[in-house]
């Protein structure tokens, strides 16, 4: 199934020394080109260090993300979304062979400021990166129904997606679950907020962005922003970081 990839957010970052990531469980991977210093990965107990190189950080994990300040991280970095989800942990990414040329052209790209390529780059890198077995995507066709299905409409019910899997609510509730260690309803609930912090980065009005993740009411969208992100739509248009 081929890969779709949405960007959120990008940069070229030397970090500041109070830099850190408190990561509760976005719908989106961080992939970072690290050129210099590094930082710490830890999830589940266990501290990773991350030094020069490329990595793809999980989505829908909890972790954190901390580095030396005498030595801090420099990194290029996006915030993705894939679809069909990458169930990969923590991945470190050989840069040869192709993977290495289209690091090239993204880094020409940046530097020119035509960023209108990105996208399909950072596309046609993951899929690279897929096909040489570094990362793993979801392989249920049931399940890869429903978020396609997901991703077109973000008010479906779980009684729609039980019926495009072929399951019982019952069962696929259970399944989802096992699957994504989330409901079905939460991952809905996580892509909208993924989807609209990438079109509130773009520029787009609060109203756009509302109407774009399901939302009749821009006020209810705000509330339901700021209900999970701790923070109200406008204010998110500062926020830029690994």
Same mark, same amino acid.
């Given at each position: 199934?081929?890969?779709? $990839?949405?960007? &959120?957010?990008?940069?070229?970052?030397?970090?500041?020394?109070?830099?850190?990531?408190?990561?509760?469980?976005?719908?989106?991977?961080?992939?970072?080109? &690290?050129?210099?210093?590094?930082?710490? *990965?830890?999830?589940?107990?266990?501290?990773?260090?991350?030094?020069?190189?490329?990595? @793809?950080?999980?989505?829908?994990? %909890?972790?954190? @993300?901390?580095?030396?300040?005498?030595?801090?991280?420099?990194?290029?970095?996006?915030?993705?979304?894939?679809?069909?989800?990458?169930?990969?942990?923590?991945?470190?990414?050989?840069?040869?062979? %192709?993977?290495?040329?289209?690091?090239?052209?993204?880094?020409?790209?940046?530097?020119? +400021? &035509?960023?209108?390529? @990105?996208?399909?780059? &950072?596309?046609?890198?993951?899929?690279?990166?897929?096909?040489?077995?570094?990362?793993?995507?979801?392989?249920?066709?049931?399940?890869? /129904?429903?978020?396609?299905?997901?991703?077109?409409?973000?008010?479906?019910?779980?009684?729609?997606? =039980?019926?495009? %899997?072929?399951?019982?609510?019952?069962? *696929?509730? +259970? @399944?989802?679950?096992?699957?994504?260690?989330?409901?079905?309803?939460?991952?809905? =609930?996580?892509?909208?907020?993924?989807? =609209?912090?990438?079109?509130?980065?773009?520029?787009?009005?609060? $109203?756009?962005?509302?109407?774009?993740?399901?939302?009749?009411?821009?006020?209810?969208?705000? /509330? *339901?922003?700021?209900?999970?992100?701790?923070?109200?739509?406008?204010?998110?248009?500062?926020? /830029?970081?690994?």
């Amino acid at each position: 199934m081929r890969l779709q $990839v949405s960007i &959120i957010l990008y940069g070229d970052t030397r970090c500041v020394p109070s830099w850190a990531v408190d990561e509760t469980g976005s719908g989106y991977h961080r992939l970072y080109h &690290i050129y210099d210093g590094g930082c710490t *990965f830890s999830m589940n107990g266990k501290d990773t260090h991350l030094s020069k190189g490329l990595y @793809l950080l999980p989505s829908q994990r %909890a972790y954190t @993300l901390s580095h030396d300040r005498r030595d801090p991280l420099t990194c290029r970095w996006f915030h993705i979304t894939i679809s069909p989800p990458i169930i990969s942990p923590l991945v470190r990414i050989p840069i040869r062979g %192709a993977i290495s040329s289209m690091l090239a052209s993204i880094s020409e790209v940046m530097r020119t +400021r &035509i960023t209108d390529a @990105l996208p399909s780059l &950072i596309e046609a890198l993951i899929t690279v990166i897929r096909s040489e077995g570094h990362i793993d995507s979801i392989s249920d066709e049931r399940l890869a /129904r429903v978020l396609a299905a997901v991703h077109d409409d973000m008010t479906s019910s779980n009684e729609r997606l =039980a019926a495009i %899997a072929g399951l019982s609510r019952e069962y *696929f509730i +259970r @399944l989802f679950e096992k699957t994504f260690s989330m409901t079905p309803q939460d991952y809905i =609930a996580e892509l909208r907020i993924v989807r =609209a912090k990438g079109l509130i980065a773009s520029g787009e009005k609060i $109203v756009s962005v509302a109407a774009a993740v399901g939302f009749s009411d821009d006020k209810a969208f705000s /509330r *339901f922003f700021k209900a999970r992100t701790g923070m109200k739509p406008t204010a998110y248009r500062s926020v /830029r970081q690994p």
